[in-house]
């Protein structure tokens, strides 16, 4: 992690500042998602998060190369945004008594969390493209798939997930 705010000068130090705290979310949706397992009730969501962990187990990897390509090292930046998001949700899980309430917090914590993570990847791909890193620009545009997957999945538990709690 830095000690000091990146001096950003052009594309390339936006880039590589971008992949460092892109790096430093999927770290901590890594730790965050086992939490989320455990709390589900669901088992259709459970094993959407169980799936998505092993994923984003993945997409570590795959942004730590891509850093390590650009700067020969993987280090990360704090990604604020992420830390808010996992925050919240823990004081979800927390707050939440009825089991019900718990699940359809969680699915709606993954899709703040998948959001943010579509968000950050379609620029970074878009960034990618302009910097004419055309490897880089597919190894995100998979990432970004599976993030639109994993929402549309989300989406799809929460039908029947919050037409369960509602009646």
């Known amino acids: 992690m830095k000690l000091f705010s990146a001096n950003i000068e052009d594309l390339r130090t936006l880039y590589t500042d971008t992949l460092e705290k892109a790096l430093d979310m ?9 939490t989320m397992i455990e709390k ?3 088992t259709e969501l459970a094993t959407a998060f169980r799936n998505h962990l092993e994923q984003t187990k ?3 990897t795959k942004v ?7 700067t020969g090292e993987a280090s990360t ?3 604020k945004v992420i830390s808010s998001l996992v925050a919240s949700a823990e004081d979800s899980i927390k707050d ?6 718990r699940d359809i917090s969680l699915i709606a914590s993954g899709q703040q969390v998948e959001h943010h993570e579509i968000a950050v990847y379609g620029t970074l791909r878009t960034w990618a493209g302009l910097l004419g890193q055309r490897d880089d620009m597919a190894v995100l545009e998979s990432i970004l798939k599976e993030e639109e997957a994993a929402d549309h999945l989300l989406t799809q ?11």
Request: glycine share 10%; with cysteine; proline share 2%.
């Open 26 to 34: 999927e770290q901590k949706i890594v730790k965050a998602l086992p």
């Open 77 to 79: 930046s704090t990604c």
């Open 157 to 167: 538990i929460a039908g029947h997930v919050n037409q369960q709690v509602a009646a």
């Open 58 to 60: 993945g997409h570590v």
């Open 96 to 101: 939440a008594k009825d089991t019900g309430i």
């Open 40 to 42: 589900s009730t669901d």
């Open 64 to 70: 730590e190369g891509l850093l390590r390509k650009a």
